[in-house]
């Protein structure tokens, strides 16, 4: 027989597709993509408003003003997985970019050869995503009767599981170039600077309800 579902979701929902909304005139308006007068992609509006879209907003979101952008996913690959941690009493440890909350702003980029890049600027050559909602994410796993748990930033989850001690642990036995990389590598994945990704990457348990608070998620 089958056993419970583990799944570790590393960077997988930032690249799903995102749809976007402009708020203008009081209403809300789907951002497309359309050719200028050189047959070149560019960003515009749609003429009309998406019919009765604020009922759906998070309530935060519906004071935005006017110009501001809101970003959603379809949420069934978010379904889908919380339905196998039910079902097969497993858990799930989803690792991204992107805000706790719900809200507005246009984080959609596009990266190619480890550079930021114009997201329509090479269609079909480079990277694109966008941050998650985890709000948005752990609502969707929680409706499915999965038990949720953060979002906490990427340098506490490491930081639980001991990531310094085993920087140490590792520095023992190096070198001094090896031990400045150990320390740079610990820097970059904890570090809350402009340049680490402890505070941009959330984590997020799905789990089970009989499983208990997962490790890490401990208060």
């Not at 799944?7 to 809300?28: C, S, T």
């Not at 379809?74 to 909350?101: C, F, N, P, T």
């Not at 820097?187 to 499983?211: D, E, I, P």
Request: glycine residues 8%; contains cysteine.
């Amino acid at each position: 027989p089958a056993g419970p579902s583990i799944v570790i979701a590393n960077e997988f929902f930032d690249a799903l597709p995102v749809n976007q909304a402009v708020k203008q005139d009081g209403g809300w308006h789907t951002r497309v993509v359309r050719l200028d007068e050189h047959d070149l992609l560019e960003f515009g509006v749609a003429p009309e408003s998406i019919p009765q879209f604020e009922r759906l907003l998070p309530p935060r979101v519906r004071d935005a003003k006017d110009g501001e952008i809101f970003e959603w996913r379809s949420d069934r690959a978010a379904l889908e997985l919380a339905r196998r941690i039910v079902r097969d009493k497993g858990a799930a440890l989803v690792i991204d970019y992107g805000h706790a909350a719900s809200d507005v702003g246009d984080t959609l980029q596009a990266v190619g050869g480890h550079a930021f890049a114009e997201p329509l600027s090479a269609p079909g050559t480079v990277d694109l995503t966008a941050h998650v909602d985890f709000e948005a994410l752990v609502h969707t796993a929680e409706s499915m009767g999965a038990a949720c748990f953060g979002p906490i930033e990427q340098s506490e989850l490491l930081r639980n599981l001991g990531i310094e001690t085993r920087a140490h642990t590792l520095k023992a036995n190096a070198d001094r170039i090896k031990a400045r990389e150990i320390d740079n590598a610990l820097a970059r994945l904890v570090g809350r600077s402009q340049k680490g990704m402890g505070s941009l990457f959330k984590a997020v348990a799905v789990t089970h309800r009989s499983l208990g608070v997962p490790p890490a998620f401990s208060a």
